[in-house]
């Protein structure tokens, strides 16, 4: 027998609450008068939820801008981001402060770790910051999947780049942001580390869901993603799905990146 349709409640409109980032003619101008430059020109992206989303594109197209911007780090000069559907351009300094503290990680090049505290001090640094106690099963959890449990009272000099890196991703991963956001996660480590760190990242959106944005610039970091978009001169000019690296790095060649 067909079921009764029309007294089902209205579906909601999943179309907002599938981009986890949404970037809608954002432009972005640093400095002011005859030193004003152009970041970004009229960008307009929908990043959805549960995927690896990586940016690409010749030095000075705009990867930091458009980050930091999708971030809610900096504020585009025109135009609108929301993250998990939230407006963040009329936010004020405090409500982005915490929103940047409760719904998004970070994981930069520099690792940017605390290096008088321990592994498991940094990793839960976000939550004592929010005043949160650590849910021990999902903080045993994120320890344990970044394969750290017998390090956890090292401090970081004691441990190697890769490892630091994965206590940020640790730390990144212990609020379950609505995203990771990545700024060259891999570029301060050798080859085969690097590889290691782009896994995990993998792994974090395969097995747990999670977003993650990450602008690099190597083809093979871009590979680990679902889709690469590529920026030149401020501009969104391709995107990319199921990217290889070497797809990715002729498409790099096509912008003038390496000519
Ligand atoms: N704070 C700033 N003040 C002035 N200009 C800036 C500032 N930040 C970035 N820019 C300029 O904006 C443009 C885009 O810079 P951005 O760092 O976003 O590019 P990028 O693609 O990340 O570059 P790279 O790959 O070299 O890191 C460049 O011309 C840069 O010089």
């Given at each position: 027998m067909p079921r009764i349709r029309a007294a089902a409640p209205p579906a909601p409109d999943r179309s907002l609450s599938d981009d986890v980032v949404r970037l809608t003619a954002v432009s972005k101008v640093h400095g002011r008068g005859a030193g004003a430059v152009r970041a970004l020109r009229g960008i307009d992206v929908r990043v959805a939820r549960g995927g690896f989303t990586a940016v690409m594109g010749p030095s000075g197209s705009g990867k930091s801008t458009f980050l930091h911007c999708a971030a809610g780090l900096d504020r585009p000069t025109e135009g609108t981001v929301t993250l998990g559907g939230q407006d963040l351009t009329g936010m004020d300094e405090t409500a982005l402060t915490r929103l940047r503290r409760d719904r998004v990680g970070f994981v930069f090049q520099a690792f940017n770790l605390m290096p008088s505290l321990t592994v498991l001090e940094n990793i839960t640094l976000p939550l004592r910051l929010a005043g949160r106690r650590p849910d021990r099963a999902h903080l045993a959890s994120v320890v344990e999947r970044v394969g750290l449990a017998d390090r956890t009272?090292?401090?970081?000099?004691?441990?190697?780049g890769g490892q630091q890196q994965r206590v940020a991703l640790a730390r990144a991963l212990v609020t379950r942001p609505e995203v990771v956001f990545g700024d060259?996660?891999?570029?301060?480590?050798?080859t085969m580390t690097a590889k290691e760190v782009l896994g995990l990242l993998r792994e974090t959106v395969d097995d747990l869901g999670q977003s993650v944005v990450m602008v690099t610039h190597d083809p093979v970091a871009a590979s680990y993603a679902d889709t690469v978009l590529f920026l030149a001169d401020g501009r969104l000019v391709d995107t990319l799905s199921a990217p290889t690296a070497d797809r990715v790095a002729d498409r790099m060649s096509r912008l003038g990146a390496w000519a």
């Open positions: 009272g090292h401090r970081p000099g004691e441990l190697s060259e996660p891999t570029g301060a480590l050798d």
